[in-house]
């Protein structure tokens, strides 16, 4: 089971081998999950993996049917009786932001609080609308406002009642691409400033690795693997991990007793991650992104294979190469158009970091 070490806090919110079965049908199996005081960690994987059914025994709207879970030290969740949704601390806020609209903005962010009208439910909302950059507007209608702004009053509300955990439920995917952009980097400044543990789900992987403290990766139920942006991109525990994140190829390649020998040349042993004594003869498929590979021009005899396929990513060019042994592997170039579909090519790795490997199949 996929190690979770992020020892720096105390933890706000634990699953312990949380399940859900809906009739034959498992949703979630055996997730553990520690989630420490001021983190944000995001449930990152494909259509139906379990994303959102966690967040909602989370919050819970959904019932475990294993495991526990607990929020600030208190069982929620568990083989006793479930703590209903509103007498959990956990603050929810969901894609569709859900505002009140015969109510203005404060009165929406007042709404979590238990005496909405006191001088402190004020103070309370004029700081909350401040920290999400909206003093001006706590009179105004919510149907006033544009998207990120009522995205953020929405975030305000839901921290009003200072939940011990907020989930977000793929918060910004009503917004358009630009806004989506500039919204999640202003929230994570927000929940920064504010200390705030958060939950967040998403299958979008740039906004998980670029807002993430730590990022969990969900497949078919199961947590494949918990770390923090770069070490999950740069050194992903299974290939499913390292193919959600980003474009990787897999290289074959033989270890021998002094060199690591692929269709693209001969490489030191160093450059696979963790390579232990014991391996050589054995045969392994090394993680290569797109930028730690380089295609020259070659004369057709010379070539390791063959351009198959161009993609234009706007700042940069993908090529798309099939080796001779029928492997296809992108490379990276900047800027510059070099090659067009059906060019002879020569690979070479390139890359200046260790490459994680998986034994071949
Ligand atoms: P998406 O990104 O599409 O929202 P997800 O990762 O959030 O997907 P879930 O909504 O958690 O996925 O669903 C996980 C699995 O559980 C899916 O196979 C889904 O069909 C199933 N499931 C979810 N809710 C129910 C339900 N009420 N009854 C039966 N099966 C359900």
Redesign the pocket.
């Known amino acids: 089971s996929p190690t979770d070490r992020s020892p720096t806090a105390d933890p706000v919110l634990e699953l312990s081998g949380v399940g859900k079965r809906?009739?034959s049908?498992t949703?979630?199996s055996d997730l553990d999950l520690l989630v420490h005081e001021g983190e944000l960690v995001t449930l990152l994987?494909?259509?139906?993996?379990?994303?959102?059914?966690?967040l909602r025994m989370i919050a819970g709207l959904e019932s475990v049917t294993e495991g526990t879970i607990e929020v600030g030290g208190t069982v929620v969740a568990g083989d006793g009786p479930q703590t209903p949704p509103e007498e959990r601390d956990v603050g929810l806020v969901f894609q569709e932001f859900a505002l009140f609209p015969h109510l203005t903005v404060a009165e929406n962010v007042a709404f979590g609080l238990e005496d909405p009208d006191s001088p402190e439910a004020e103070a309370r909302v004029d700081d909350l609308l401040d920290l999400v950059g909206l003093s001006e507007y706590g009179d105004r209608s919510p149907e006033d406002l544009s998207g990120g702004q009522r995205q953020r009053v929405a975030l305000a509300r839901s921290l009003a009642p200072e939940p011990d955990v907020l989930l977000l439920d793929e918060p910004f995917s009503n917004l358009d691409v630009r806004l989506r952009v500039r919204m999640r980097e202003e929230v994570k400044r927000i929940l920064d400033e504010a200390n705030v543990t958060a939950v967040s789900?998403t299958?979008d992987q740039e906004e998980a690795l670029s807002i993430s403290d730590r990022i969990a990766v969900?497949n078919d139920?199961r947590l494949e693997q918990v770390g923090p942006p770069e070490e999950v991109f740069e050194n992903p525990t299974s290939r499913f991990v390292a193919s959600f994140l980003g474009q990787a190829s897999f290289l074959p390649a033989e270890v021998t007793a002094d060199a690591v020998e692929t269709s693209v040349g001969s490489y030191d042993r160093d450059l696979l991650a963790g390579l232990g004594d014991g391996y050589a003869g054995s045969r392994v498929d090394v993680l290569v992104r797109p930028d730690d590979l380089r295609a020259e021009p070659a004369a057709a005899g010379d070539a390791d294979g063959t351009v198959v396929r161009r993609q234009y990513t706007g700042p940069s060019f993908v090529y798309h190469v099939e080796l001779d042994d029928g492997t296809v592997v992108r490379c990276l170039h900047n800027h510059t158009e070099e090659f067009e579909v059906g060019d002879p090519v020569t690979v070479t790795l390139v890359a200046d970091h260790e490459l994680a490997w998986y034994p071949a199949r």
């Open positions: 809906y009739g049908e949703a979630v994987g494909p259509s139906g993996c379990g994303k959102t059914t966690t789900v299958h969900v139920g």
